[in-house]
Every structure is written in C-alpha cells, then in structure tokens.
C-alpha cells in the first residue's frame, strides 16, 4: 500500500502544480493527442535544436492522470533526441508490444 500513497502523492504534485503546463512560443513540433472515450486532449509543444529537444510544455484538458503523466513525460523527455523520446513513449520499449496495467483502469490516459 505504500508505493500506492507514493504513486497518488506524485501524480497529484504533478497535476496540481506542472511545471510545463504552459504555451512555448518557440516551440517547433507541437503534437495533439486526443482520446474521444473520456475527452482528453493535450497538445504537446516542443523546442528541437540540432535533434534534441531542448524544451518542452503542454496544454489542454483531461483527467488528472493525463495531466500529470504530459508533466512528468516532458521532465523525461527533454535533452533527449526525438527518437529516443518516441522509444521512451511508446509501445517498443515492452515486449509483448504493450505498457503493463498498473491497475485502475486509467492506461489510457498515461499513453496519451
């Protein structure tokens, strides 16, 4: 029960004060993930120099979990190349070509 209280306090730190819930206005990718089953909708905003992404933010609306998870995505994401953040985000990192369920039903809103 302890790593769920850890979980929760992260992913409520994250959705209550983001630190890159915001507009870049030197971004030069910007990206929209939408799931139409629950609403979600988060616009992705990256600055990209020399094949690294040198910042980041987003903007939007969803669930809590879809907010704090675009957060904590972009906290990964920065300093990376652009495909090693797609690797990072996506499906081939596991083998069986998906995420593991960390229960809760909510993996939708993480991979948007």
Known sequence: MESRS????ILTEHNLHPLHKQVLKD?????EGVNPSC???????????????TDGAFAGSGCAVSQASADMMIDLIIGKTKEEAFYESTFQKHPQG???DTGGGAGHCRLL
């Not at 850890?6 to 306090?9: A, E, M, Q, S, V």
């Not at 609403?39 to 992404?53: F, H, S």
């Open 27 to 31: 971004a030069n990718l910007a990206l």
């Open 98 to 100: 998906h995420r593991p």
């Open 6 to 9: 850890f979980y929760n306090t």
């Open 39 to 53: 609403g979600d909708d988060i616009v992705l905003q990256l600055k990209v120099e020399d094949g690294k992404i």
